[in-house]
């Protein structure tokens, strides 16, 4: 495992108009680690993992993604992107494009990767998520399960260094939740450095190295899963997993 | 019940169901008897498809003038033993309309034969070069102009509408008010004045050296407003495609122009086909338009040949072929975006 840091915050600020979103949020993630962010909504978290590759423009403080800071000067946010591959909660594949040519257009188009290539790996990638019999159907063709395994096969195909999941499992209905974590652990199995926001607390026991609770646009408590549903500290994020034990656990 | 009594039960219920619909059916009917007759008797029984002038004197519909002057209709004052050339340009532009309508064949090859196409097809029509003889624009005239401003002020005006249409959604507040006031403008103005400033109004304000044919300004303002009309369409589109697809796109590390263009644009555009084939179908009915400013359309050259002393005026047969001609084409359109529309 690479112990030295790959995403690195700073006293990050963000605001929406008046709304503080992020209030000097401090972070450093060591290649290879798996973190897991969680916390009521509106709490920042998605905040977060988009300031890392710049969806959403920070506006004090430093983020530094593989020694590249990342200014609102747009050359190297581009560059942070080719690092940091993303998952969001509504998937987001392109409805007019192939499951292979989802996985296929940035390849192409941002990496210049011949096409033959990129469908190889394409095609990889869609068999390492399971579903390489779908590659010639339309994203509207599958179930929602089967749309995030081809959004997270899409990120992998241009390689990243970093893979952020942004509530990769709330908009899924409860007997697909597991196939797309299923292939989440796997990715961790294998060493990927993942910043996941999610509520799905097994997922977080079975394979994160750190748990961070988030509150009102500040990092309240981080710790190792073990402890931090063993014994959280504070009070808020005893209250926060007060009320997300009615839900059992997703995976074991 | 029989499936034939059934329809002739609904067919009844249709035609006689209530008060209203029977009062309906009865006076249309009466009209239809009155007229149908008529009209059967105007255009077969005494119409004259044979003869001259004098032949057509009776009450039947002329349809020897038709005959006699098609070629004028379709060509206008072009000189009659050139008139190859416009043909041909017809053929070429109908023949490349076929070509593209199949989704397989959008591709630059066709993109390129396009422009060949175009080319070629000013070349045929203004000749001057390899061996053809010149023909000054102001005798070109009928369908070769019609197809040819419908065609260019829709290639011209729909990446000009594309810019616009992003434009207007910029960040930056110098070109959001430039496209603004562009389409707010051209939307204002009926095109007829738009089609008078171009052709008085311009000519007046340019140095006398930099003329511009009267047919390429006529171009311009059509391009002009079928832009406006298009950007407006296209921007409720872009408006339709969701955030995170752009998101999605920048996510993985595509240009902010790439985004736009292999990812917004193909969703917004297919949003909006059913609102693009209407402004389409709007554009080519006003190039006839054009007549105002003595340019020989379609619809003109229809009217100029009714003006021979030599016949009898047949305003009503003259005008059904031009209105046939202009169905078919706006049918046409409307069918392949229905066609569109169904496929992926």
Not at chain 2, 42 to 68: E, H, K, M, P, Y
């Amino acid at each position: 495992m690479n112990a030295s840091p790959v995403v690195t915050l700073d006293g990050v600020q963000k605001w929406y108009g008046e709304y503080h979103a992020l209030r000097g949020v401090q972070l450093t993630v060591n290649g290879g680690e798996r973190i897991v962010i969680c916390g009521p909504s509106g709490s920042g978290k998605s905040t977060l993992i988009r300031c890392i590759n710049g969806l959403e423009p920070h506006d004090s403080g430093t983020i530094t993604v593989n020694g590249i800071e990342l200014a609102p000067d747009l050359k190297r946010i581009d560059e942070v992107r080719r690092e940091v591959g993303m998952v969001f909660q509504s998937f987001n594949l392109f409805p007019h494009l192939t499951i292979l040519e989802n996985c296929t257009l940035a390849q192409i188009w941002a990496r210049q990767r011949p096409k033959a290539e990129a469908e190889e790996i394409a095609r990889h990638f869609l068999a390492r998520v399971k579903i390489p019999e779908q590659a010639l159907k339309y994203p509207g063709q599958l179930s929602g399960g089967q749309q995030q395994r081809v959004a997270i096969a899409r990120a992998l195909c241009m390689k990243p260094k970093i893979m952020l999941f942004d509530e990769p499992t709330s908009a899924l209905d409860a007997e697909m939740v597991n196939e797309v974590l299923d292939i989440m652990v796997s990715l961790a199995r294998e060493g990927m450095t993942m910043i996941c926001v999610t509520h799905e607390m097994g997922f977080a026991r079975a394979v994160a190295d750190r748990v961070l609770f988030m509150d009102a646009g500040q990092i309240v408590e981080e710790n190792a899963p073990a402890e931090f549903f063993e014994r959280p500290r504070h009070e808020r994020t005893r209250a926060f997993l007060g009320k997300l034990a009615v839900r059992p656990a997703a995976v074991g | 019940m029989s499936a034939a009594t059934t329809t002739r039960h609904s067919l009844l219920r249709a035609l006689f169901g209530n008060l209203a619909s029977s009062l309906g059916t009865v006076a249309i009917g009466a009209f239809l008897l009155m007229a149908v007759p008529h009209l059967f008797s105007w255009a077969v029984i005494n119409g004259v498809w044979q003869g001259g002038g004098d032949a057509c004197t009776g009450d039947g519909a002329c349809w020897s003038f038709l005959r006699a002057k098609f070629r004028f209709i379709l060509f206008g004052i072009y000189p009659p033993g050139e008139q190859w050339r416009p043909a041909a340009v017809v053929v070429i532009l109908i023949a490349l309309t076929l070509w593209t309508l199949p989704r397989s064949h959008w591709t630059q090859r066709t993109l390129g034969l396009w422009i060949g196409g175009v080319v070629l097809s000013l070349v045929f029509m203004g000749g001057g070069i390899a061996g053809l003889q010149a023909v000054p624009t102001a005798a070109w005239g009928g369908l070769p102009i019609t197809l040819l401003l419908t065609v260019l002020s829709l290639a011209l005006g729909f990446p000009l509408a594309t810019l616009l249409a992003v434009g207007r959604r910029s960040q930056l507040p110098v070109i959001r008010f430039l496209c603004v006031s562009f389409i707010e403008i051209v939307r204002a103005l009926p095109l007829v004045s738009l089609l008078f400033i171009a052709a008085i109004l311009v000519p007046l304000l340019l140095p006398e050296w930099l003329t511009i044919d009267n047919l390429a300004r006529a171009l311009v303002a059509l391009t002009a407003s079928s832009a406006a009309y298009l950007a407006e369409v296209l921007r409720g589109g872009l408006e339709g495609v969701h955030r995170g697809q752009a998101e999605a796109a920048r996510a993985l590390s595509l240009s902010h122009w790439q985004t736009l263009r292999l990812i917004v644009l193909p969703q917004a555009i297919r949003n909006v086909i059913p609102p693009l084939t209407n402004t389409a179908v709007v554009v080519v009915k006003n190039t006839s338009l054009v007549l105002v400013v003595g340019l020989f359309d379609l619809l003109s050259a229809g009217r100029a040949a009714l003006s021979d002393p030599a016949w009898p005026a047949p305003y009503a047969e003259t005008y059904l072929a031009v209105a046939l001609i202009y169905f078919l084409i706006c049918f046409g359109i409307s069918r392949y975006s229905r066609s569109l529309e169904t496929q992926r």
